[in-house]
């Protein structure tokens, strides 16, 4: 979570609005994402569970929001190809970037979703933050239903 405050600037009697994006720190140094998130629990999202067709472009994914896997769910998102038809949808989406190492650090990189033998069909980008002990995830909705986002 980042604070944003907006400045107006004139030159020559025009006015410009500009943003100021201030990034917000908890009590403990890590960044707000860390303690303010939605907790996902769902097994079905497990890279090992098999079949179905559920999709991360609707509900409490239909915007782009931090996310905690805990529980059945695992927790994190795969880090290597799982095979389509896995984690209860067809194109199975997995974190193809590197996972950042230091608490309070955030990386960026892409998602892959495996689809139609291709393990890299589509891909959107995403962030990860390490908040010493466990990743909370900047997930945006998938690019379309049967592509979700797979935990171990």
């Known amino acids: 979570m980042k604070f944003t405050r907006f400045l107006l600037i004139s030159f020559n009697s025009i006015f410009i609005a500009t943003s100021v ?24 999202r497990n890279a090992n569970y098999t079949g179905g067709t559920e999709c991360d472009n609707t509900g409490s994914f239909a915007s782009a929001a931090w996310y905690r896997f805990s529980g059945a769910a695992g927790t994190m998102l795969a880090s290597s190809v799982v095979p389509s038809y896995q ?8 974190y193809s970037g590197v996972y950042p190492s230091e608490a309070g650090n955030t990386t960026s990189g892409p ?15 995403i962030s990860v933050t390490n908040c010493n002990g466990y990743y909370v995830f900047y997930l945006p909705p998938t690019p379309s239903c049967s592509y979700r986002y797979c935990t171990i």
């Not at 994006?21 to 079905?44: E, H, M, R």
């Not at 984690?87 to 997995?94: I, K, P, R």
């Open 21 to 44: 994006t201030t990034p917000c720190t908890t009590a403990n140094g890590l960044p707000c994402q860390c303690s303010s998130y939605t907790l996902i629990t769902d097994g079905t």
């Open 87 to 94: 984690c209860d949808t067809q194109a199975t989406g997995w």
């Open 111 to 125: 998602v892959c979703y495996n689809w139609a033998g291709n393990n890299c069909w589509y891909s959107n980008s």
